[in-house]
């Protein structure tokens, strides 16, 4: 079943003048974009400030202007922002999906069939998405459904900022949304109204013929896209200078030893076009145009630059279970999404050892289990042990990481296993420098034989004002049966500004 994302930019001009400005939609003021509607000079985007005081799109300029004589009016620029939003929608495709269109004026369209394990499911997908919008400076809503249609509909008129419709739950999802959210004209969804219909789901089981003799064919055909119905094709994107090789085939193929031959010979010709740049892929993705006017894709990304046909062969046939050929694929187009320099290297000789090759490994590992699943960690400068390691791609050199620091202080010794966060733990103790007798950890009390501490820890009041008098006090314990902890206090045990003086539980030693 298809599965498709819907990016809305509600301030998309507003939004894109001020990244370029550099400044919060605030900072001098309301702000509005003026443009023409025929003869009238309308409003056509209203920064949040502005919309508080009840300017909306749509409203004539002079009147918005009454209502705020100091409100900053900057031109229209209809072909700025399609040039920006289509540049956006490009950064998107290399990060998650092969499918990104634009859904213009104020919107970006995603077909995410397939895609979700690479970024750990469809929550966390859309959910890093969101993310990534918001460091950007831009004002997002995202909806997932299994239509396009309906994943427009939501994203500009459901409820929430972030909406996920599970499979075939689209009817649901719909019935309360407005007419306007099937993409109807103004005049249509009025006309509508005139006869009693006020949302999708007033629509959904009436009877088509009269329908579709007052209202012609649009109505029902809105209807059925956002049902999922009819499929509604999404035409990808394509940057220029992207190394892609394009396959037709003069009847379907559907059967996986067919497809995986022909995968094979368009990697042999993408990884000449390749050689001839002197480049190699990061990322593939394998497009296949099925005859029901459905696309089928395979993405898989890779830790280094490549160019090696057997290795990128075998990672995209790995792939084949996932595709669903339907009646026969007609079209097959091979895309090297991301691609880097890659210079030719002297092969190594029988008097040299060659240094071990794990790259191999880890494009299968992520691409079976995606790329969140393989990392490793790089020492960063901090004495808060949460923050002194950061993950970094498995090849990747740290950037991040201190020169100064190797690894953790070790002057005190360190857990081989610190939780994703400190866990609360009850416990009895003199304070405050005295390690407690026993604690109680998840249902367990345990009894501390021995401990040795405290070692304290200041918080880094240079990030954070709220850590300028915090500090933690950890203790090594040991209990009856011999296993040991790393826990802490949170303060001094003396100066309630320091910390709440709870006990924590923060690592397991060996």
């Given amino acids: 079943m298809a599965r498709v994302i819907s990016v809305f930019l509600p301030l998309w001009p507003i939004d894109r003048r001020q990244r370029q400005a550099g400044s919060a939609p605030s900072a001098e003021g309301p702000l509005i974009i003026a443009g023409r509607a025929g003869s009238r000079r309308v409003v056509t985007a209203a920064c949040p400030a502005a919309q508080d005081l009840g300017l909306r799109p749509g409203m004539a300029v002079a009147r918005a202007q009454a209502l705020?004589?100091?409100?900053?009016?900057?031109?229209?620029?209809?072909?700025?922002?399609?040039?920006?939003?289509?540049?956006?929608?490009?950064w998107l495709l290399q990060?998650?999906?092969?499918?990104?269109?634009?859904d213009p004026p104020d919107g970006i369209v995603i077909d995410s069939t397939g895609a979700d394990h690479l970024h750990g499911g469809e929550a966390a997908m859309l959910e890093a998405l969101a993310g990534k919008l918001v460091l950007s400076g831009i004002t997002a809503r995202l909806a997932i459904a299994d239509s396009w249609g309906a994943a427009h509909g939501l994203a500009r008129w459901g409820a929430e900022t972030v909406t996920i419709v599970a499979p075939g739950g689209s009817d649901a999802a719909l019935a309360p949304l407005p007419l306007e959210a099937l993409r109807l004209p103004a005049a249509m969804a009025a006309g509508l109204r005139v006869l009693g219909f006020t949302s999708i789901g007033d629509l959904i089981d009436q009877p088509r013929a009269p329908l579709t003799r007052r209202f012609g064919d649009l109505l029902c055909r809105r209807l059925d896209q956002a049902r999922g119905f009819v499929f509604e094709p999404i035409a990808p994107l394509r940057p220029e200078g992207l190394i892609e090789i394009r396959r037709a085939f003069a009847e379907p193929i559907a059967a996986p030893e067919t497809?995986?031959?022909?995968?094979?010979?368009?990697?042999?010709?993408?990884?000449?076009?390749?050689?001839?740049?002197?480049?190699?892929?990061?990322?593939l993705d394998l497009l296949c145009a099925r005859i029901d006017n459905r696309t089928e894709t395979l993405r898989v990304g890779l830790a280094i630059p490549q160019r090696d046909p057997a290795r990128l062969t075998r990672l995209l046939c790995d792939r084949i279970v996932t595709l669903d050929p339907g009646l026969g694929i007609e079209i097959?187009?091979?895309t090297a999404t991301i691609a880097e320099p890659l210079a030719p290297r002297q092969a190594s000789t029988l008097l040299d050892e060659a240094a071990p090759d794990l790259s191999?490994?880890?494009?299968?590992?992520?691409?079976?289990l995606g790329p969140r699943a393989v990392f490793r960690f790089a020492p960063v400068a901090s004495?808060?042990?949460?923050?002194?390691?950061?993950r970094?791609?498995?090849?990747?050199?740290?950037?991040?990481?201190?020169?100064?620091?190797?690894?953790?202080?070790?002057?005190?010794?360190?857990?081989?296993?610190?939780?994703?966060?400190p866990e609360p733990i009850e416990t009895m103790a003199l304070l405050p420098d005295h390690p407690p007798r026993w604690i109680l950890w998840r249902g367990i009390r345990r009894h501390v034989q021995c401990a040795d501490g405290p070692e304290r820890i200041f918080g880094e009041w240079w990030k954070r004002d709220a850590e300028a008098q915090a500090v933690r006090d950890y203790f090594r314990i040991e209990d009856e049966t011999g296993a040991r902890y790393w826990i802490f206090r949170q303060g001094d045990g003396e100066d309630w500004a320091t910390g709440s003086h709870r006990w924590f539980l923060h690592g397991v030693f060996g």
């Fill in 259 to 283: 497809i995986a031959r022909y995968i094979g010979k368009l990697v042999v010709r993408l990884c000449e076009a390749l050689a001839a740049k002197g480049l190699g892929a990061r990322r």
């Fill in 68 to 90: 705020m004589p100091d409100l900053r009016i900057e031109p229209d620029d209809a072909a700025a922002d399609a040039q920006t939003l289509e540049r956006l929608a490009l």
């Fill in 95 to 102: 990060r998650v999906a092969p499918i990104v269109a634009v």
């Fill in 392 to 421: 970094i791609p498995p090849l990747a050199e740290p950037a991040h990481a201190s020169p100064d620091l190797g690894a953790w202080p070790d002057h005190w010794p360190r857990p081989a296993r610190l939780l994703p966060r």
């Fill in 383 to 390: 004495e808060v042990p949460e923050r002194a390691t950061i």
């Fill in 332 to 334: 097959m187009t091979l």
């Fill in 360 to 368: 191999g490994l880890i494009d299968t590992l992520s691409n079976r």
